[in-house]
């Protein structure tokens, strides 16, 4: 199971690497293997400011769709578009190629909320 160190987690199997006043998004290794193939991610939130906890989109897999929260508050600046063309990049790549969001987070006290990679790995029990 790949759950980098550097990177902050979710209890909603959500990444997050943090750069300055910005968040990457993603789903982690866990999520995508427990999701199965991914056939569509839809993030119609862009440029949109939503609260932490907040549905930014859905992850539509073959046996499921998913709500994706946002796990901090703020704008969302970017969309990865490529995961238009290519969803199955969660699947392959969930911590490079395979990101869904970037935002530009409000409130930098919210990411003293968010899990440690052990902290995730005792969540999934890993």
Known sequence: MNIPAELKYTKDHEWVKIEGDTATV???DFAQKELGDIVYVEVETLDQTLAKDEVFGTVEAVKTVSDLFLPLSGEIVEFNEALETAPENVNTDPYGDGWMIKVKFSDASEVDGLLSSEQYR?????
């Open 122 to 126: 005792e969540l999934i029990g890993a």
């Open 26 to 28: 993603g789903i982690t």
